[in-house]
């Protein structure tokens, strides 16, 4: 049992929260797929943006005395959401709306995102250094010990606030994404819109404003995303462009363009990639008991290092391209 | 005064214009027909009028206002309407989502005109929740015609309704049209099946070279034995 509540620990929570922060990110690429039909690069730029903003708003909260019930990161997280969104609009004014109007090719977007990638990073490095940040420097992380020697376990279930937090938001941000895009007039445009844009014009649907809309939603995800990524580790520069190729693998394997893909290909790849660094025999240890001398396990029985997780999401989004090139859930072919 | 009328519209996509000079008047109560060889600008002259090209010379007048250049999200409001060729329904989307599309401009109650669209094609009614890409043919052309109806619009521009269907179908859809023309809605439509299309048509024009070479009645334009010769085939 022990060893059970070992493997819940280290693989379905940590891939969870893992696939709940790829899934977020995700959305937000595979939404401006939709819409604009580039692949937006700078979109890690908005999650370390996004986290950067929270960060200096929690840092205002606890230099003015405001005390919270849940960790600040949390409460400052709707209004850094705003701001993250505001920025993701003046970042489309200021470089891709220019280079629309003149019909540039998607591969321009493209670079130019990878220009605001850079300019963005270069700007965080200016102000904050290159060093790592922590939301809890003066607020202590809780920590959740559940206890479960009645199922016969030596072992806790551990959980941290931030988590619970971080599970807890991502699915209500799913369920009204899921409405909004259902259930609502802007919604359904932005569906129309990423379904067939020039049918969307003849219609008579402000395509500009679906635009601003996709942005706005976008940059509030990233910065969601952002911000529980940094609760959850470490807050730093490169934060978020660090785990971009994961976050635009999910985004091509649920199908470019399709947000519930986007969803399920964020949770697949971040349970793979922890699934894949997990030690086995930590599980298996006890079928050393049955097991003959000779075939014991040995004490370290991971799929791959910890330091090559990255390539298990390239394994996915390969063995995907091969297999269901439109991705999981039948996306655009760009 | 004609609901929609052109003047000698000159337009095409930055390089040499494609219109050279196109004239069109259609009232509500007409069918209006434009037939012609390929490259003649036919489908041109529809996405002139709406905005999808540029204009560079010449006037189009709706509804006593001057719309050169407008774009659709101002027009669709005034009233008109258009259904492009290819690609004419939101396939990921389902029927009913197709039709309120349609209605996007409108900040109004649009279940009556819904309900209307529904009673023209009943076929539709019965598959309001099925994603329009798994429709046939013929089928997809009657969302596209219900979604571009939505608007109320007073005048339907369609790029060749019955191209890729059926002869079955052909004459059905024409039958609609005209349907939906007795309702008050103002016909502009582009056709290939020129002789047909013609057959019905209160008004026809004839383009080749990006001008007009005849215009009539369509029946005086079938019986013209210059245009039965050059146009329709012998």
């Known amino acids: ?334 | 005064m004609a609901l929609i009328e052109l003047k000698h519209v000159v337009g095409g996509y930055g390089g040499a214009p494609i219109l050279n000079g196109v004239d069109i008047a259609i009232d509500k109560s007409d069918i209006g027909v434009i037939v012609g060889p390929n490259g003649a600008g036919k489908s041109t002259t529809l996405k002139a009028i709406f905005g999808l090209l540029q204009v560079t010379g010449g006037t189009i007048e709706f509804g006593g206002e001057n719309i050169v250049n407008s774009l659709p999200d101002r027009l669709v409001p005034k009233g008109l309407s258009f259904v492009p060729q290819e690609k004419n329904v939101f396939t990921a989307m389902s029927v009913e989502e197709n039709l309120e599309m349609g209605a996007f401009t409108r900040r109004d109650d649009f279940s009556d005109t819904m309900a209307w669209v529904y009673e023209m094609f009943p076929v539709l009614a019965e598959k309001r929740r099925q994603p329009a890409g798994e429709l046939s043919g013929g089928q997809r052309q009657m969302v596209a015609m219900g979604r571009a109806l939505m608007s109320k619009p007073t005048l339907l521009m369609l790029d060749e309704p019955s191209a890729g269907l059926s002869p079955r179908y052909v004459i059905e859809i024409f039958e609609t049209i005209a349907r939906v023309n007795k309702e008050g809605v103002g016909i502009l439509m582009v056709e290939q099946n020129a002789r047909q299309a013609l057959a019905f048509a209160s008004k026809g024009f004839v383009l080749a070279g990006g001008q007009n070479r005849f215009t009539g009645t369509g029946p005086e334009l079938i019986a013209d034995p210059e245009v039965a010769k050059s146009f329709l085939g012998g």
């Open chain 1, 1 to 334: 049992m022990t060893e059970i509540v070992f493997f819940i620990n280290q693989v379905i929570i940590s891939g969870l929260v893992l696939g709940c922060i790829y899934a977020l990110g995700a959305i937000g690429i595979t939404l401006i797929f939709g819409i604009l039909r580039f692949a937006h690069f700078a979109h890690s730029e908005l999650m370390t943006g996004g986290a950067f903003i929270a960060f200096l708003l929690a840092s205002a909260f606890t230099a003015w005395g405001i005390a919270t019930p849940i960790p600040t990161g949390f409460v400052v997280l709707p209004i850094a959401m705003v701001l993250t969104a505001i920025l993701a609009l003046g970042i489309d004014k200021g470089f891709y709306a220019p280079l629309r109007k003149r019909g540039a090719k998607p591969v321009t977007l493209l670079i130019a995102s990878i220009g605001v990638t850079l300019m963005v990073q270069g700007l965080i490095r200016l102000f904050f250094g290159t060093g790592t940040y922590s939301f809890f420097e003066n607020e202590p992380k809780a920590i959740f010990r559940i206890d479960t020697s009645v199922i016969g376990s030596t072992r806790a279930l551990v959980i941290t606030e931030p988590q619970v937090l971080m599970i807890v938001v991502t699915l209500v941000s799913v369920v009204a994404l899921h409405l909004f895009l259902t259930r609502s007039r802007l919604g359904k445009a932005m569906r129309a819109m990423a379904d067939n844009a020039d049918l969307a014009q003849v219609s008579g649907i402000n395509t500009a404003l679906v635009v601003r809309v996709t942005w706005v939603i976008a940059g509030a995800l990233a910065c969601m995303a952002g911000t529980m990524l940094a609760l959850d580790v470490t807050l730093k520069p490169d934060l978020a462009f660090n785990i971009i190729l994961p976050i635009f693998a999910a985004a091509i394997v649920g199908g470019l363009g399709q947000a519930y893909g986007a969803i399920a290909g964020g949770l697949l790849i971040g349970f793979a990639e922890t699934l894949a660094v997990f030690n086995w025999t930590m599980l298996l240890r006890p079928l050393n008991a049955v097991l003959p001398d000779w075939l014991q396990l040995p004490p370290s029985l991971a799929l791959v290092p910890t330091e090559y997780k990255l390539t298990v999401a390239f394994l996915i989004l390969v063995v995907t391209l091969l297999v269901r090139p439109t991705g999981i859930f039948k996306g655009a072919s760009s």
